[in-house]
């Protein structure tokens, strides 16, 4: 692929997503659907006018470690603190259910293995894959409809975070069974570690820039610091903790959202996601969906795949949360807010691919989960709130996703 090739591409997807995302607004229907389809439509599956690569892959990448930075500026550090317990219980029932359904159905398909047997692995590898939570596409449709700071967003939000902790250690153990080089204690450790050192820099970080914000409120340098730290965050989390890179980015807003320019900060990210990563990232979804080499027994199979998986983490978290005493509707919304898949079950599909325990053939499966899961979610998330009051919130980029980008990038020069 020649370098300028690379414009052509994402003319062709903003264009694309930009179109499709007002045709489903327009449809009453969140505007990440429509730049889903647009990925989809465009991508090798259909028109063939995109291809995956490596630039499309690490801009999808940025754009969803800047919407989990935007979603960590803008939550509500007393609310998490808050629902911390619910947050764990329900990530707890989020892995646990989704794990067990996921063998109970490769077992079905392909018969009980003897514990400990390869395939007895394979079909917990399954289950593994499915325990993954893909926040960011909950937490774009929350942000449109303006309730990401609500109880139930916070809820979700949180227990999204912990999901995937839990979820990377159950895949280090799964294949720390059948490795004898990889150590699933060490994840244990580190993922503790990761705590330490996110708490500890976390306040050192947080009185440097509440100096700076008394001293230079409003000014540009805040939010370039900010992104530096967002990045530098990510980086550690992967590199030096085997944590998902946009938990540390949601981190990294967790420290700063008390700071009297949290609101600042997140109006000027959003600008850089609203106009190139944002649609970018949620294009790349649909490019990823190929659809070649599918077999009758494998689509039998990805169908039940998807509807199980959609199903365990409604009934998971969604049980969880009526546990807590929250009403059925906002239980409902739970479990469907922590239906998505995305990036981070591609990490532990790619991840089983690379050690042997799922054939190349199932990746599909994880794909059509992917769309299935990223479309249905935030449509029926949409439903479950229609009619509801947003809370009152002074962060205004969240409840006005179409806010012309020049009010929020000249008004406060």
């Known amino acids: 692929m020649e370098a300028y090739e690379c414009f052509r591409d994402l003319a062709i997807i903003l264009i694309s997503a930009k179109l499709l995302g007002l045709l489903a607004k327009?449809?009453?229907?969140?505007?990440?659907?429509?730049?889903?389809?647009?990925?989809?439509?465009?991508?090798?599956s259909l028109l063939g006018w995109v291809q995956q690569s490596d630039f499309i892959v690490m801009l999808a990448e940025i754009g969803v470690v800047l919407l989990m930075f935007s979603a960590g500026l803008e939550t509500n550090l007393k609310e998490l603190v808050k629902t911390g317990p619910v947050a764990?219980?329900?990530?707890?029932?989020?892995?646990?259910?989704?794990?067990?359904l996921g063998w109970l159905l490769y077992s079905a398909f392909?018969?009980?293995?003897?514990?400990?047997?390869?395939?007895?692995?394979?079909?917990?590898?399954?289950?593994?894959?499915?325990?993954?939570?893909?926040?960011?596409?909950?937490?774009?449709?929350?942000?449109?409809?303006?309730?990401l700071k609500g109880?139930?967003?916070?809820?979700?939000?949180?227990?999204?975070?912990i999901d995937d902790v839990i979820g990377i250690i159950v895949l280090t153990f799964v294949i720390g069974f059948r490795s004898s080089d990889a150590k699933p204690a060490d994840v244990v450790i580190k993922t503790l570690l990761f705590i330490v050192?996110?708490?500890?820099?976390?306040?050192?970080?947080?009185?440097?820039?509440?100096?700076l914000d008394k001293h230079a409120p409003?000014?540009?340098?805040?939010?370039i610091f900010g992104l530096v730290l967002c990045f530098a965050m990510a980086f550690c989390a992967e590199k030096f903790f085997g944590i998902a890179d946009i938990t540390g980015a949601y981190v990294a807003g967790i420290i700063l959202c008390n700071l009297r320019d949290a609101e600042y900060i997140a109006g000027k990210m959003d600008i850089s996601s609203y106009m190139l990563f944002g649609p970018v990232f949620f294009a790349s979804i649909?490019?990823?969906t190929n659809f070649d080499g599918f077999s009758l027994q494998l689509l039998w199979f990805s169908l039940a795949f998807v509807v199980v998986a959609m199903a365990a983490k409604i009934i998971g978290c969604g049980l969880m949360a009526k546990a807590w005493k929250m009403s059925n509707r906002d239980a409902l919304k739970v479990g469907v807010g922590m239906m998505t898949r995305g990036e981070v079950a591609l990490i532990v599909s790619q991840k089983g691919l690379s050690v042997g325990m799922v054939s190349p053939e199932y990746f599909t499966s994880v794909i059509l989960l992917i769309l299935c899961s990223s479309i249905?979610?935030?449509?029926?998330?949409?439903?479950?709130?229609?009619?509801?009051?947003?809370?009152?919130?002074?962060?205004?980029?969240?409840?006005?996703?179409?806010?012309?980008e020049t009010e929020i990038v000249y008004s406060d020069y």
Not at 32 to 38: N, P, R, S
């Open 151 to 161: 109880r139930v967003g916070t809820i979700i939000v949180s227990s999204a975070i």
């Open 376 to 404: 249905a979610s935030p449509i029926i998330m949409k439903l479950l709130y229609r009619g509801e009051k947003k809370p009152d919130h002074s962060h205004s980029s969240g409840e006005n996703p179409d806010l012309d």
């Open 197 to 211: 050192f996110s708490v500890v820099v976390g306040f050192l970080i947080y009185f440097l820039f509440k100096f």
């Open 218 to 223: 409003h000014h540009r340098r805040i939010p």
């Open 286 to 288: 649909g490019l990823k």
């Open 88 to 100: 764990l219980t329900i990530a707890c029932a989020g892995v646990f259910v989704p794990l067990v």
């Open 110 to 147: 392909f018969g009980f293995a003897p514990v400990g047997s390869d395939e007895f692995f394979r079909g917990v590898f399954i289950g593994t894959i499915m325990t993954a939570t893909s926040v960011s596409i909950t937490v774009q449709t929350l942000r449109e409809l303006g309730l």
């Open 26 to 44: 327009k449809l009453k229907a969140p505007q990440v659907v429509g730049q889903i389809l647009a990925g989809l439509l465009i991508g090798p």
